[in-house]
């Protein structure tokens, strides 16, 4: 069972490059998630998908951008690499939004700015 | 602004010790406040909660919510070392999009 896989899993990017996290469900859920968590911190939600087409801002987006063209993939860009970006990012997918309850999440990409 | 706010931010217990972690939130729209388990990895979902005084149970872990004061606690009995971890409250709104307001996190040690 694959479930929500994200490539890569750990990633040192310098200041000022570009890269693409790479999100991808095989459960067809209409609904997925990009969160970051830095040291010591909860997750917080960057952006949001409730379906193929439709992306929605989180609570920080400043600095990422998505995409959802198909059900299955909801890539995250990184533009123009900050220091305030290093993070672990966690994809996050689920069938129902609803309660929360439903919700599967990647293993994580580790991601480091210098 | 919503916020949920967890405490304390760590702990540390030996072996045999019950703990108490608490979970309080300000948010609109209030649907369900869940708890997650996580060790450098991504969460593990351990309990959902919608309703007032009902306690939910899963072993030696337990917890209730108490949507009158805008709180959950979640117990851990006779802890064991592999209970260190950092455990997560979220919350979810009536949005229907199932997005998570998560707490900063307690981080629990539990030394033999």
């Known amino acids: 069972n694959a479930g929500v896989t994200q490539t890569p899993k750990f990633r040192i990017l310098k200041i000022g490059q570009s890269m693409t996290l790479q999100c991808t469900q095989d459960m067809n859920h209409n609904y997925m998630y990009w969160y970051r968590q830095d040291p010591g911190m909860g997750l917080k939600l960057i952006y949001y998908?409730?379906?193929?087409?439709?992306?929605d801002k989180g609570e920080v987006p400043n600095g990422y951008n998505v995409s959802r063209s198909t059900t299955e993939d909801f890539p995250l860009r990184l533009e123009l690499a900050a220091p305030s970006q290093t993070s672990v990012y966690f994809c996050?997918?689920?069938?129902?939004?609803?309660?929360?309850?439903?919700?599967?999440f990647g293993e994580g990409s580790w991601l480091t700015v210098v | 602004e919503d916020k949920v706010v967890q405490s304390p931010l760590s702990l540390v217990v030996h072996e045999g010790d019950t703990v108490t972690l608490n979970c309080s939130y300000e948010?609109?729209?209030?649907?369900?406040l869940l708890w997650y388990k996580q060790e450098k990895k991504a969460p593990t979902f351990l309990f959902m909660l919608?309703?007032?005084?009902i306690e939910k149970k899963s072993g030696r872990l337990s917890s209730i919510l108490d949507k009158k004061e805008l709180f959950s606690i979640l117990n851990i009995t006779a802890t064991q070392t592999g209970d260190s971890a950092v455990y997560l409250c979220?919350?979810?709104?009536?949005?229907?999009?199932?997005?998570?307001?998560f707490g900063q996190g307690t981080t629990l040690q539990v030394k033999p």
């Open positions: 979220a919350v979810t709104q009536s949005s229907n999009t199932g997005k998570l307001i």
């Open positions: 998908s409730v379906g193929a087409g439709i992306t």
């Open positions: 919608t309703s007032s005084g």
């Open positions: 948010v609109t729209n209030f649907r369900s």
């Open positions: 996050a997918s689920s069938s129902q939004g609803g309660t929360g309850n439903t919700i599967y």
